[in-house]
């Protein structure tokens, strides 16, 4: 899909959409292949403020440079477009996993991290301190179903393609404060 299609599938989903800067270039292809694509990762920020977490997504920290995902789905439903490519989100995860989500079946516990992830995921970032106790708005859940959909309807994947950064390498605990399988189950009713 190229960036112009993965902008349309977003807007044909029903979300608000905002390009920052070179979305559609800004990428990490210089240090390996982008692809091929085989899901979606959903990740929460560990930060609060819609602009400082678009710029922190955009342009990366001291040791993790940017982009560090393709979308930034803020409290209040939009989603910021930062990056097209290969992004630092996924990181090293389980082969078994990968293997799940292409075959679109029940994944196995994730107990390795010996693949790249950021090779084969589109990343949205979602606003949230991921504590359990800072609230997810209803229009941002939406939001998070609607663009997971939005990539799978455009692939024609279901959703067991999409699956939260926990369930991919071990060690991680995002997203925190609503569940993958309910959010695979709303999915799942949009697409169908």
Same mark, same amino acid.
């Given at each position: 899909?190229?960036?112009?299609?993965?902008?349309?599938?977003?807007?044909?989903?029903?979300?608000?959409?905002?390009?920052?800067?070179?979305?559609?270039?800004?990428?990490?292809?210089?240090?390996?292949?982008?692809?091929?694509?085989?899901?979606?990762?959903?990740?929460?920020?560990?930060?609060?403020?819609?602009?400082?977490?678009?710029?922190?997504?955009?342009?990366?920290? +001291?040791?993790?440079?940017?982009?560090?995902? =393709? %979308?930034?789905? *803020?409290?209040?439903?939009?989603? /910021? &477009?930062?990056?097209?490519?290969?992004?630092?989100?996924?990181?090293?995860?389980?082969?078994?996993?990968?293997?799940?989500?292409?075959?679109?079946?029940?994944?196995?516990?994730?107990?390795?991290?010996?693949?790249?992830?950021?090779?084969?995921?589109?990343?949205?970032?979602?606003?949230?301190?991921?504590?359990?106790?800072?609230?997810?708005?209803?229009?941002?859940?939406?939001?998070?179903?609607? +663009?997971?959909?939005?990539?799978?309807?455009? =692939? %024609?994947?279901? *959703?067991?393609?999409?699956?939260? /950064? &926990?369930?991919?390498?071990?060690?991680?605990?995002?997203?925190?404060?609503?569940?993958?399988?309910?959010?695979?189950?709303?999915?799942?009713?949009?697409?169908?």
């Amino acid at each position: 899909m190229s960036a112009d299609s993965f902008l349309d599938a977003l807007r044909d989903e029903g979300l608000t959409v905002v390009q920052v800067g070179d979305w559609r270039t800004h990428n990490r292809n210089h240090k390996g292949p982008w692809g091929p694509v085989h899901g979606v990762m959903i990740h929460h920020t560990v930060t609060r403020g819609t602009a400082d977490t678009v710029r922190i997504c955009r342009d990366g920290y +001291a040791g993790l440079p940017g982009p560090l995902c =393709h %979308g930034v789905i *803020a409290k209040d439903g939009k989603v /910021h &477009l930062v990056g097209y490519g290969r992004a630092n989100h996924a990181g090293l995860g389980d082969d078994d996993v990968l293997r799940a989500v292409i075959a679109e079946r029940a994944l196995p516990p994730d107990d390795e991290a010996n693949t790249d992830g950021n090779r084969h995921f589109y990343g949205f970032e979602c606003e949230n301190l991921g504590d359990g106790r800072d609230p997810w708005p209803e229009v941002q859940l939406e939001a998070i179903e609607k +663009a997971a959909a939005a990539v799978c309807r455009r =692939h %024609g994947w279901n *959703a067991r393609s999409v699956i939260g /950064h &926990l369930e991919w390498q071990p060690g991680k605990i995002d997203p925190r404060g609503f569940t993958m399988n309910a959010m695979r189950a709303r999915i799942t009713e949009r697409l169908s």
